[in-house]
């Protein structure tokens, strides 16, 4: 027997161990930096290559600056992810997507899209999108084990609300990659599939709006 609507799983959260791993790391060099600063400036102790305390207490302080600054950015994508990164709704399919950055699809390092992410501030942004059924026209997993991808194709709206007024960007599609989720693409897709196959049955599922 198939399974329906009313028993799929529906919603889909995203991995935060690494960013919990990633902001606890940060902050504890961030302290030990500051800490190591202040016995320099103090006198405490000296610099092992003999520069002066307070030029290495300097470059102590922008490290830890820097270093703290990733450490926000990890702690920020951990209390971000408590909600859903996809919802299969009654009405459609909720997607949430956060600090995707103009350089995401250029072959470019990794750190440089995160260092891009930061400074911008497009990793601290963070869209609402919806993809009504009557809209909605498939999706497709692909790429290779380690680099999968899940595209969902149809009408994505992503709503802005300013006083009593509706504004919306929409696309025809919205990609995610195996690294967000905690459960495989392969499992959220069939789960969409399931859930746009059995009309009647959605009626029981939680509204776009809730």
């Not at 470059?59 to 926000?72: D, E, K, Q």
């Amino acid at each position: 027997m198939s399974a329906t609507a009313t028993t799929i799983q529906t919603e889909f959260f995203g991995k935060t161990w690494i960013y919990r791993v990633g902001a606890f790391m940060c902050f504890l060099l961030s302290f030990i930096c500051v800490v190591v600063a202040l016995l320099f400036l103090f006198g405490i102790s000296t610099p092992a290559n003999n520069k002066p305390p307070a030029d290495a207490a300097v470059v102590l302080s922008l490290i830890a600056v820097a270093v703290g600054l990733f450490g926000y950015f990890c702690r920020f994508n951990v209390l971000i992810r408590r909600k859903p990164l996809l919802r299969i709704c009654n009405e459609g399919i909720e997607v949430n997507v956060i600090g995707r950055g103009s350089l995401d699809e250029l072959p470019i390092p990794m750190w440089i899209k995160i260092v891009w992410l930061m400074l911008s501030m497009q990793g601290f942004k963070k869209q609402i999108g919806w993809v009504p059924w009557e809209s909605f026209q498939g999706d497709l997993v692909e790429g290779l084990r380690t680099m999968r991808t899940l595209t969902i194709h149809g009408t994505v709206a992503f709503p802005t609300f300013q006083g009593d007024q509706i504004e919306a960007k929409v696309t025809n599609r919205v990609k995610f990659c195996s690294s967000e989720f905690r459960e495989p693409l392969e499992t959220i897709a069939l789960a969409i599939h399931e859930a746009f196959k059995h009309p009647a049955s959605r009626r029981t599922l939680p509204s776009l709006h809730e």
